[in-house]
């Protein structure tokens, strides 16, 4: 069953559904550029790591984590220490009764958790030579001054290099990480984002309001060959459908934040009460 929404839908951006959402919309695109560009280029997923403390995104825990690299064994009861009262620990061995002063300062350790973000990179297949970067924003890279600041340095470095830029801000919280993109409509939701490489970096930008469906966005390859389509609107009703997010989430509850604008949140009470 597809989503009830033209686009992309609001409810995929619920912190614990967005990360699963991220990574399968990666591999998606990946999946439907490859039989346009190949055999020159080929797409990839590429992974990289990033501490969930210094996100500081409040993403929710679950049960299972396939995107977090810190686990905790399972402890018995009898695994554990007995607790010792008192300020000193103390041996009941007849035979070494020493007492043991204990530490003069104890500190919690925090357990820092890691999640692997993706960007979809498309390369020419002879040299590997980097060409596209389609760049599917994370809440790290809209929200937190410190990894904020970090996409909006790799942003910059991909901008000033030969590399076309795609953006894909499928998240309606945070801030904008480019320069360019203050003072967009009011009606602005997502933002689809190509930026060729050249000497003048003019960012085609298409701001679009929820009630929307995505364009056809062009793909930029190397000059002579043509812009390829990239299709979000299948690619993210093919991830919808396959994941059986229609069973996972309650169309029943408020939008996860930010809210909506009142004509905005009047459609999708509409919307919804038909679905």
Known sequence: MPSPFPGMDPYLEDSEIWSGFHNKLA??????????????YYADVEIYTASVNELNIGMA?????????VYYPPMSDKSLPEPVEGNMSVSTDPISAIA??????TR????I????LRTVQIYLTKTSHLITSIEILYPANKQGLKQLEN????????????VHLVELDLLRAGKRPGPELTDLPDETDYLLLVNRMGLSRISEIWPLPLNQPFPILPVPLLSPDPDIPLDLNKAVQTVYDRSGYVYRIDYGKTV????????MATWVAEKLSAH
């Open 256 to 263: 996860p934040p930010p809210a909506l604008r009142p004509a």
């Open 151 to 162: 996409y909006r340095h790799k942003r910059s470095k991909l901008i000033r290099s030969a």
């Open 113 to 116: 958790e890691h999640t692997r």
């Open 108 to 111: 919690e350790v925090p357990f």
């Open 61 to 69: 825990t679950h049960e299972t984590y396939p995107d977090v690299g």
């Open 27 to 40: 591999n998606e695109i990946v999946y439907q550029l490859m039989p346009l560009i190949s055999p020159k």
């Open 100 to 105: 043991i002063p204990a530490a003069p300062l």
